[in-house]
């Protein structure tokens, strides 16, 4: 898995001088799974286009396999791509879909025989589990069966790697989660590469090797799901990947930092003396306590039902924090919380600072409920003079 197979270096793609992708370098290792993760229109399906010679980028270079390929044309890319319109021939059946590829594609300078296709096509078929559905029509699939008729057409070929351009984005919750794992299975049988776009967080931890935070063309961190979780490097990556409260710390030492002018442990270090910081405290990593054992106090404005826990958004001095508990606290109830030093990770100010993490705008009844002692600056909506 440690074998270097794409290298994207300084690559760049302007449009009318717009920089869409700005100065990318990425390394794609042999048979990993690695997911380009980010928001709508942060050049996630422009990277992706980059590696499949559908486009060329403005400046920088792709490699592949050590070689310079920024002039080779797709077609001679051992690459093959699963789109999210995955546009099936609706008049061909699910063999023919599947054969497609290899009637028009010459191997090795000579057409394969028809033995041979019928081989590698049910091979196909049997490896995305729709064994027996050759002679389906297929717009008589599922949604789910139709994209996997979709993966073994892109499959069929033996490409070395597989680009997936938000391939479940059509699929409803349940078959998407189904398909995540079909795709993971997949991965596993084939022992190539995929190359994943998707701009869900929760879909991009659950089948990646490596995932890449993307945002406004820059890559923001390239890392393990686990370190990407645990580890963000800035404001954007620690909201972007699930749930976090992120306040402004100061750095006093080592392993101390001061939160709302309070002292907390953590683990993390190597700050200047006094560096302003922004700190990422995890929903689940707060414990709710007595307000006599709280190292802060706050006032419970909301608390919603999720299955496994509560959502529970308590008012510290107007900061919203989202702490996830399986104890009921009703809502105005006073308590304390408590942070273990794991539970506190400290990242460098950057540009997204101030921009995430709080939950003030979760909350249903908005500033109605405060601490006892706090005096909401704004007046109340309903006593501002209301002009029409
Ligand atoms: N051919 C083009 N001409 C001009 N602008 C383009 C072109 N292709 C992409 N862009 C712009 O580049 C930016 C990145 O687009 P891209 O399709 O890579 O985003 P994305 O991350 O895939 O978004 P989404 O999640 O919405 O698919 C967008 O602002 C888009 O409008
Ligand atoms: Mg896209």
Redesign the pocket.
């Known amino acids: 898995m440690s074998k270097e197979l794409i290298r994207l270096s300084q690559c760049t793609?302007a449009?009318?001088g717009?920089v869409?992708l700005n100065s990318i370098d990425l390394v794609i290792n042999d048979k990993e799974f690695l997911t380009l993760l980010?928001?709508?229109?942060?050049?996630?399906?422009?990277?992706l286009r980059i590696i499949g010679g559908f486009a060329t980028p403005t400046s920088g270079d792709v490699f592949f396999d050590g070689v310079r390929i920024n002039d080779l044309p797709p077609y001679k890319r051992t690459v093959n791509t699963v789109f999210q319109k995955y546009a099936l021939f609706p008049h061909l059946n699910v063999f023919e879909n599947v054969a497609f590829g290899l009637r028009i594609n010459r191997h090795g300078g000579k057409k394969l025989s028809k033995a041979e296709i019928t081989q590698r096509v049910m091979e196909m078929l049997e490896i995305v589990s729709l064994k027996g559905f050759e002679n389906r029509d297929v717009t008589s699939l599922s949604g789910g069966q139709q994209q996997r008729v979709a993966i073994a057409r892109a499959l069929v070929n033996r490409p070395k790697v597989l680009l997936l351009?938000?391939p479940l984005g059509a699929l409803d919750m349940r078959l998407r989660k189904d398909m995540q794992n079909e795709l993971k299975r997949i991965h596993e049988a084939m022992g190539i590469t995929f190359i994943y776009?998707t701009?869900d967080q929760e879909e991009a931890l659950a089948m990646s090797d490596t995932v890449v935070v993307?945002d406004g063309?820059v890559i923001q961190q390239i890392g393990t799901p686990e370190a990407i979780y645990n580890e963000p490097v800035n404001a954007f990556v620690a909201d972007f990947i699930g749930e976090s409260n992120i306040v402004d710390g100061i750095m006093i030492a080592d392993g101390v930092v001061e939160i709302f002018g309070r002292r907390f442990k953590c683990l993390d270090g190597g700050f200047a003396p006094n560096e302003p910081v922004d700190v990422v405290i995890r929903p689940e990593d707060v414990d709710i306590v007595d307000v006599k054992d709280g190292m802060l106090t706050g006032t419970v404005t909301n608390i919603t039902f999720k299955g496994v826990h509560y959502d529970v958004i308590v008012d510290f001095k107007g900061f919203k924090w989202l702490i996830q508990t399986t104890d009921f606290c009703p809502v105005n109830s006073y308590i304390g919380i408590k942070i273990d030093p794991d539970g506190i990770h400290i990242m460098k100010k950057s540009a997204y600072s101030g921009m995430f993490g709080d939950y003030s705008s979760y909350s249903a009844e908005y500033d109605e409920i405060g601490d006892a002692d706090y005096e909401p600056e704004e007046p109340d909506i309903e006593e501002a003079p209301y002009e029409a």
């Open positions: 793609m449009f009318d717009e869409v980010g928001p709508s229109g942060c050049g996630k399906t422009t990277t351009d938000e776009v701009h993307m063309g």
